[in-house]
Structures are given as structure tokens and as C-alpha cells.
């Protein structure tokens, strides 16, 4: 090998090596184990390395220094996975997909290369520059195109490693191997007459399948992963409505109970202060009144305000609730004895909305403090709207409603709002201004599209997968 060609080597190896090894540590500039100058030097000082070795070996045989360079390769990418904090088969993944672009640049010299023979278009220069044009085209391919793959590396390729997790990353390194693999042997350049217009040819088809086939397995794997994340976040909720509607269940029976015990209490205390009025004990008379003042003072309303006898007890106690935090409630409640849906579940509805206007009432500082509530049934559709006012402080995160409540993150009180409205092929929508809140859900009686919440949590892997309506958001109270 002469001197000319050992240079040609050398430049020919920095300008294919050292751009496509700094696209590998693009995605993970947030994991390294060294630092980024270490990381250099260590780079650096194999180089070096390798060129040394070429001075030595620069006699040997072209098959020699092609093992040669596929050995550095191995060691390239054992510095780079001891430099960088994640799994062997991610970082396998990004320095093939990389060493991909390295032939990217290659096969577009090989192509000017093409192109000006084919043209019969003369080299400007002397004869003894001119073996080195090649490598200013590569210089001139890794210019225009290294940033455009930065930012792909940087905004594409970084988050689908964050997103895909689990296993995968053990197999889907294989992908770009294989077709790298048959590089070589399809997609050779040259032949016994000089550049091969057919090996260029199969060059492009390879990589174009390498992008085109790694990049639709990530987005295949990232959906499987979204489906399995959405469909055990839906089991999580239908043990939440579960447990919602055994608590308001529990509730609506301690209410009758309580109401019940007062209304006997009632019954004696009057028993008992007739007796003494007859006796014309005033004393003992004025006690007993201030006394059942006392007991009644604050109780749950007997008033009736639709003749479903669950939704009347919960409504009963959360106007107590909101009179006792000086919130004015308004109800317009226009529902049948039986509804169609199932009490427990109808309760867990309104009071998971009724919570939220509650507590986003209870926020206000300054303005008039109101919850509205209308509910009414057309037909076999059950129309449900709570109106409230709130300070007009919203919480979002991708268009969808968060806690902000302390603990803050995801709540679940719209979301079962929503989940109870997909269940009976329904829709609900959450809406706000400056002023008010406005909740609105719509229930169709007569179609369920998943079992009631009893069964739904141990078999949520059965539901129809239906998409979310407009307006189904993650649970805030406001």
C-alpha cells in the first residue's frame, strides 16, 4: 500500500467512522457513564489505535485489512456500550441504525461517482488530487445531512426509546443486523468492470428497508405497549367505580338509618315534652327543646327530588354538604323509579361530579358559590349536566384534566365519569370558561357495551375496543 492510499484509508475511515459513532450517543447524552470529554478521549485514543495498525499491516492483504476493520467495529461498540448507561440490545439497535447512515454516505459518493462516468464529466485538478475528490463528497453528504439526522436521532429516535420498554430491545436489534448482513453480498458497488449501477441500486433499497422496517416495528410495538398500558388503566378504573359504588351504597344506607333513628327520636322527644307540659315543668321543657334543636341541626333533607329513591337520598346529602360550606345548590331532577342502569352506578355519576363541584367551590376566594344540577330521561337516553362555579384555575397535560388536589398526578372522578358514559354507549364532555365548570353525560338505557362494574374488573381484557369520545379527560376537581 503506498503512502497516498494509507492516507486515503485513513481520512476514508475518520470521515465514515467518527460521524455515524456521534450519532450513537445522541439519544442517550442524558446516560453517560463517563462524560462527554472521557467518552472523546477514549474514542480518540482507539482511532489512533487503529490507524497505528494500518501502518504496521499496510502491506497485508485487502481480505486482512477488511477483517482488520470489521474487528474495530466490535471494539467501537464495546467502548460505546461501557460508556453509556442502558441495555446491550438498545445500544446494538442505535449503533447499527448509525453505521447504516455511514453507507448512506458512502453509496451517495459512489453515485456522483456514477454519475460523472456515465456523463463522461472531467475532474477538475491534478491526477495526484484527484483520488481524494470521493472523500470531500463524503465531507460535503456529511454536512448536509448530518444535522438532519441529529435532530432525527434527537427528536424521533430518543422518545420511541423512552417509550418502548420490556424485552423487545433483545430481539430488535436483529432487524438492522440482518439487512446490514446482506449488504455486502446484494448491494457490493464494485465489480470486474468498475462501479456496479445494480449493486448502488440494491445499496438504497437496503437502507430504505432498514429505516422503513425498524421505525414500523417501534411504532407496532409502542401501540401493542399503549393498548396493554390503556386496557389495565381500565381495569384499574373499574375497580374504582367498584369501590365507589359500594361506598355510596354504604352511605345511602347509613343515611335511611340515620333518618330513620331521628325521626324516632323525634317521635319520643315529643312524647316526652308534651308529659312535661303538662306537668308545667318549664324548665325541663326549655331543655328538651334545645336539645332536639340541637340533634336536628344540620340533618339530611327529607325533601324529594326525583323519584328515584337512591339518587333522592345522595342528592339529600350533598346539599347538606353544600349548605354547610355555603355552596348554593340548584336541582332539577326529572328521573324515573327505575332508570335502567343500576342505582350504584348512577350514584357513583353524580357524585363523582357533585365531589368535584364541591371542592371546586370550596377553592373560590371571592364570587358567588353555585352548583347546578339538571338530569332528565328522553326516551331511553338519561341526560345528566352539573354546572358549577370555580376560580378558573385549570390543570392540563396533553389536552386532559389533572388533579389539583395535593398529591396532584391523575384523579379518577371524571375518567369514571367518562368510563360509565362508554359503558352505556354514551358519551360525556367537560367543559370550562373563566367563571363556570360544565359537565354534561349522556347514557342510552338500552345499550351496554360492557359489563356492570361488578364484572367489568376481572374481565376488562373483554370490552369492546371502542374509541373515547370528544371531551373524556383525566379526573380534576376545579
Not at 436521532?153 to 448482513?181: H, K, M, N, Q, T
Not at 354546572?387 to 369514571?416: A, I, Q, Y
Not at 370490552?463 to 383525566?474: D, S, V
Request: charged share 20%; proline share 4%; aromatic share 12%.
Amino acid at each position: 500500500m503506498s503512502g497516498l492510499e494509507l492516507l486515503y484509508s485513513v481520512l476514508e475511515f475518520l470521515l465514515l467512522c467518527l460521524p455515524y459513532q456521534a450519532l450513537c450517543y445522541v439519544p442517550f447524552l442524558g446516560e453517560m457513564r463517563f462524560g462527554i470529554w472521557k467518552t472523546v478521549a477514549a474514542h480518540t485514543a482507539l482511532c489512533f489505535l487503529y490507524i497505528a495498525g494500518l501502518l504496521v499491516w499496510r502491506d497485508a492483504s485487502g481480505l486482512f485489512l477488511q477483517v482488520y476493520a470489521a474487528l474495530f467495529l466490535f471494539f467501537f461498540f464495546g467502548l460505546y456500550y461501557m460508556s453509556i448507561s442502558t441495555s446491550a440490545g438498545k445500544a446494538a439497535f442505535i449503533f447499527l441504525i448509525a453505521r447504516a447512515y455511514a453507507l448512506f454516505v458512502e453509496l451517495c459518493v459512489r453515485t456522483a461517482e456514477l454519475i460523472g462516468g456515465f456523463f463522461e464529466i472531467p475532474l477538475p485538478g491534478v491526477p495526484e488530487i484527484q483520488p481524494f475528490y470521493p472523500l470531500v463528497g463524503m465531507a460535503l453528504v456529511i454536512l448536509l445531512s448530518g444535522p438532519i439526522l441529529y435532530l432525527l436521532f434527537d427528536r424521533a429516535i430518543a422518545p420511541l426509546l423512552d417509550e418502548v420498554e420490556g424485552d423487545a430491545w433483545d430481539y430488535l436489534w436483529a432487524v438492522p443486523a440482518s439487512f446490514l448482513l446482506m449488504f455486502p453480498l446484494l448491494a457490493d458497488p464494485f465489480g470486474e468492470e468498475g462501479l456496479r449501477p445494480s449493486g448502488i441500486a440494491a445499496g438504497y433499497v437496503l437502507l430504505i428497508a432498514i429505516c422503513f422496517s425498524c421505525f414500523f416495528i417501534l411504532r407496532t410495538l409502542l401501540a401493542s405497549q399503549q393498548a396493554v398500558e390503556e386496557r389495565e388503566r381500565r381495569r384499574a378504573l373499574h375497580r374504582q367505580i367498584d369501590l365507589q359504588a359500594q361506598n355510596y351504597r354504604m352511605l345511602r344506607e347509613q343515611l335511611v338509618e340515620r333518618a330513620a333513628a331521628r325521626e324516632d327520636l323525634h317521635r319520643h322527644l315529643s312524647v316526652m315534652s308534651f308529659m312535661l307540659y303538662q306537668g308545667k315543668t318549664k324548665k325541663a321543657l326549655e331543655d328538651i327543646t334545645e336539645y332536639q334543636s340541637s340533634v336536628f341541626k344540620g340533618g339530611v333533607e327529607t325533601e324529594v327530588y326525583c323519584r328515584n329513591q337512591a339518587v333522592n337520598t345522595l342528592m339529600g346529602y350533598f346539599k347538606a354538604q353544600a349548605a354547610e360550606r355555603g355552596i348554593e345548590m340548584q336541582l332539577s331532577l326529572d328521573l324515573p323509579q327505575k332508570t335502567g342502569i343500576p342505582d350504584d352506578e348512577l350514584c357513583v355519576l353524580l357524585g363523582c361530579g357533585l365531589n368535584n363541584a364541591i371542592e371546586a367551590c370550596e377553592r373560590m376566594s371571592e364570587g358567588r358559590r353555585m352548583i347546578q344540577v339538571i338530569s332528565k330521561m328522553t326516551g331511553e337516553a338519561l341526560a345528566i349536566s352539573i354546572d358549577n362555579s370555580f376560580d378558573g384555575e385549570v390543570s392540563l397535560l396533553d389536552g386532559e384534566f389533572l388533579s389539583r388536589k395535593p398529591h396532584g398526578g391523575e384523579g379518577t372522578g371524571l375518567r369514571c365519569i367518562g368510563e360509565l358514559a362508554l359503558r352505556y354507549s354514551g358519551a360525556a364532555e367537560f367543559k370550562y370558561d373563566k367563571e363556570q365548570f360544565h359537565l354534561s353525560a349522556v347514557l342510552r338505557t338500552s345499550q351496554v357495551s360492557v359489563p356492570s362494574a361488578t364484572a367489568a374488573a376481572p374481565e376488562a381484557e373483554q370490552e369492546e375496543k371502542k374509541p373515547q369520545p370528544e371531551g373524556h379527560l383525566l379526573s380534576k376537581s376545579v
